[in-house]
């Protein structure tokens, strides 16, 4: 240890030094003395104070003053390390208050991005603090007093009474507790979940909890039930919902034994709607359709979308007599035209009806009934309406079979070409051939067009037949070719949904590379009602159609509603005129003018017109006497298979 460590000491500490110096001193008089020849009184005192002094000072010097300098330097040195301290300790507490502030702003940040924030309530006196992000959330105004009144007024009306109740439950009880209620900061409605707990042993008693703005979860969660049941275009219920509805219907009816009835919906035409005014106009349809079956139900009863063109009504306490009247009242209101822009259009439907328990005890077996007696009413006639009989399961069961087997029968070659002349009227010579498709069933035999095109058109497979009637034809031209005969063009009926494929053009493309079949000898019909729809699509597809040199013509030509400003826009070469025009041929002077006035718009355009259906010699003077340029129809040649046209081309060769 440093000596001088010693004298940095207590004023105690010197204090007892002079002390211990002192007695030392007196100690050693004491024994001199003893040692010395006895002395008179006063020298002796005057031998002892002189003595004293000089055993002190040297005492007093080594261990007081010499070592002031020590002590004045120990006390700056002190001084110096107290401010260093000092200085440290204010900056630790900089370091910390900022951490602090740092702490704060990012909980408050965090609290911002979550939608979460804290409060305290104090319960007795039943004030509050809270956070900046809470005061937000709620619209509490910030330099005002925290309180629970403050708080709950502004807590929903309805919802204050649970919440004052669970409040005053945790304070007495102690347990968490979590709630949600409605706020309304600026006049709107919002969602917030409160979850609060009691601080252990405090005093007085405090509830410490947080509170979080859920509106956008309560919304999202909304969201889904409604696309879960309701159908986002018309904001009807879905199968799912009405499914539901139904089973409730049978249980209640089961205990009072009533009756109830389904009904089936589907809207006539409007596949042909979308193809020719867009899939806009048809949801328009659809919407306007929903508004006007809500007119002709009563308030307990129920209606469901359930796909595209169907619709499900549920009419409570009915039998079969009310669920007549109904449908009835139904297909008499859609006779009223829909306006759509400035367009007035006209929509029917077919309806088919089940009554619970008679044609069904569940659900399923209810709506599958319905939906039998649905289609039997659409195959009779448009706008009409069929009650289900056990009869119709079996004819269903057929149809669903009659699908199955068209599946099948694309794959495997069952569907064959029979081939229809077309004659120029002029010369009489073959000009052309159009390409009808059949069916060689392999059990029922030939099944006619009529029976199997609405299956494929309803089932989707449509777009595959036509690939394939495309196909075949082509290789079937081709085929003629290499046998040394003179063809002729081939026609194929190209439908909406094969027009509309993104692999359409593709596939024209493989079918004329893959047969080798020259382009001049393909010509693709067109309906006038696919025409109409889409311009843009229907313009951008025709074109390069014609880039590649296939030539188009407009089928069925006068049931739409072109005009001759679209139509010169067109890149087709011919005109078809509908055989419903040519059969009133020439007694009926409506078709007279129709047909007339379709071969001078041709003529006026440049193209050329080809009539079909012509079946009598009166029909065909009259078309050649106005200037048909081409017929097809019976007159000249019923469609044959392949074997018979090439002795019809080997025989005009």
Same mark, same amino acid.
């Given at each position: 240890?440093?000596?001088?460590?010693?004298?940095?000491?207590?004023?105690?500490?010197?204090?007892?030094?002079?002390?211990?110096?002192?007695?030392?001193?007196?100690?050693?008089?004491?024994?001199?003395?003893?040692?010395?020849?006895?002395?008179?009184?006063?020298?002796?005192?005057?031998?002892?104070?002189?003595?004293?002094?000089?055993?002190?000072?040297?005492?007093?010097?080594?261990?007081?003053?010499?070592?002031?300098?020590?002590?004045?330097?120990?006390?700056?040195?002190?001084?110096?390390?107290?401010?260093e301290q000092r200085d440290k300790l204010e900056e630790i507490v900089r370091e910390r208050t900022s951490d602090l502030v740092e702490s704060e702003r990012k909980l408050t940040e965090a609290q911002r991005i979550s939608h979460i924030g804290n409060w305290e309530l104090i319960l007795p006196s039943g004030q509050m603090f809270w956070s900046e992000e809470m005061a937000r959330i709620m619209g509490l105004p910030r330099n005002e007093p925290?309180?629970?009144?403050?708080?709950?007024?502004?807590?929903?009306?309805?919802?204050?009474?649970?919440?004052l109740r669970r409040i005053g439950l945790a304070g007495m009880s102690g347990k968490p507790f979590s709630l949600e209620f409605r706020i309304?900061?600026?006049?709107?409605?919002?969602?917030?979940?409160?979850?609060?707990?009691?601080?252990?042993?405090?005093?007085?008693?405090?509830?410490?909890?947080?509170?979080?703005?859920?509106?956008?979860?309560?919304?999202?969660?909304?969201?889904?039930?409604?696309?879960?049941?309701?159908?986002?275009?018309?904001?009807?219920?879905?199968r799912t919902l009405i499914r539901d509805r139904i089973a409730t219907s049978i249980a209640a009816a089961g205990r009072k034994t009533g009756n109830f009835a389904i009904l089936a919906l589907?809207?006539?035409?409007?596949?042909?709607?979308?193809?020719?005014?867009? +899939?806009?106009? %048809?949801?328009? /349809?659809?919407?306007?359709?929903?508004? $006007?079956?809500?007119?002709?139900? !009563? *308030?307990?009863?129920?209606?469901?979308r359930l796909s595209g063109d169907?619709?499900?009504?549920?009419?409570?306490?009915?039998?079969?007599?009310?669920?007549?009247?109904?449908?009835?009242?139904?297909?008499?209101?859609?006779?009223?035209?829909?306006?759509?822009?400035?367009?007035?259009?006209?929509?029917?439907?077919?309806?088919?009806?089940?009554?619970?328990p008679d044609h069904g005890e569940d659900a399923d077996t209810l709506i599958k009934n319905a939906n039998a007696a649905m289609y039997f009413a659409k195959s009779a006639s448009r706008g009409t309406f069929r009650f289900f009989t056990h009869e119709m399961n079996a004819l269903s069961a057929e149809r669903l079979l009659l699908e199955?087997?068209?599946?099948?029968?694309?794959?495997?070659e069952q569907?064959?070409?029979?081939?229809?002349?077309?004659?120029? +009227?002029?010369? %009489?010579?073959? /000009?052309?051939?159009?390409?009808?498709? $059949?069916?060689?069933?392999?059990? !029922? *035999?030939?099944?006619?067009?009529?029976?199997?095109?609405?299956i494929a058109e309803e089932s989707g497979l449509i777009g595959k037949l036509g690939e394939l009637v495309l196909r075949k034809a082509c290789f079937q031209a081709i085929e003629w070719q290499k046998e040394g005969l003179e063809i002729v063009p081939v026609a194929v009926n190209v439908s909406s949904a094969q027009f509309r494929q993104k692999e359409f053009i593709e596939s024209v493309e493989t079918a004329l590379l893959d047969s080798g079949l020259d382009l001049v000898f393909l010509e693709l019909?067109?309906?006038?009602?696919?025409?109409?729809?889409?311009?843009?699509?229907?313009?951008?597809?025709?074109?390069?159609?014609?880039?590649?040199?296939?030539?188009?013509?407009?089928?069925?030509?006068?049931?739409?509603?072109?005009s001759l400003s679209y139509l010169k826009r067109l890149p087709v070469y011919k005109l078809k005129i509908d055989k419903s025009f040519v059969q009133g041929l020439p007694g009926n002077q409506d078709d007279a003018a129709i047909v007339n006035a379709i071969i001078g718009i041709a003529r006026s355009l440049k193209m050329k017109v080809i009539a079909e259906g012509v079946e009598t010699l009166e029909q065909f003077d009259f078309l050649k006497e106005k200037s048909c340029n081409e017929i097809q129809g019976y007159y000249f040649g019923r469609p044959m298979p392949a074997d018979a046209a090439r002795k019809l081309l080997s025989l005009a060769g």
């Open positions: 240890m440093d000596p001088r460590d010693r004298h940095r000491s207590s004023p105690a500490k010197l204090l007892l030094i002079v002390i211990m110096s002192t007695m030392i001193a007196e100690i050693g008089v004491m024994l001199l003395f003893d040692e010395l020849p006895t002395l008179p009184p006063l020298l002796t005192s005057i031998a002892d104070g002189l003595l004293l002094a000089v055993l002190i000072v040297p005492v007093l010097y080594v261990f007081m003053f010499r070592p002031l300098k020590l002590h004045i330097e120990a006390m700056e040195s002190a001084e110096k390390l107290l401010l925290h309180s629970l009144e403050r708080f709950v007024d502004s807590v929903d009306a309805e919802d204050r009474p649970e919440f309304h900061p600026d006049g709107g409605t919002r969602f917030v979940h409160v979850r609060a707990e009691a601080a252990p042993e405090a005093e007085p008693k405090r509830l410490f909890g947080t509170l979080q703005d859920i509106t956008d979860r309560k919304e999202a969660e909304e969201k889904i039930h409604y696309l879960a049941y309701f159908d986002p275009l018309t904001g009807l219920p879905n589907n809207i006539d035409g409007l596949k042909l709607i979308n193809d020719s005014f867009g +899939l806009a106009v %048809g949801d328009e /349809i659809l919407k306007h359709f929903a508004e $006007r079956l809500e007119k002709h139900i !009563r *308030g307990e009863d129920s209606i469901a169907e619709f499900l009504l549920l009419l409570q306490d009915t039998e079969a007599s009310g669920a007549g009247y109904t449908a009835r009242r139904i297909l008499s209101g859609m006779q009223e035209p829909f306006p759509i822009g400035e367009q007035q259009i006209i929509v029917t439907c077919c309806i088919g009806i089940a009554i619970f199955n087997d068209l599946r099948n029968a694309i794959k495997s569907l064959i070409l029979h081939y229809q002349p077309q004659m120029d +009227l002029d010369s %009489g010579r073959l /000009i052309g051939f159009e390409a009808l498709v $059949r069916w060689a069933h392999p059990v !029922r *035999g030939m099944i006619p067009p009529d029976q199997f095109i609405p019909e067109l309906t006038e009602s696919l025409l109409l729809s889409n311009a843009d699509l229907v313009l951008e597809v025709l074109g390069r159609l014609k880039e590649m040199g296939v030539r188009l013509l407009i089928d069925d030509f006068g049931t739409g509603y072109s």
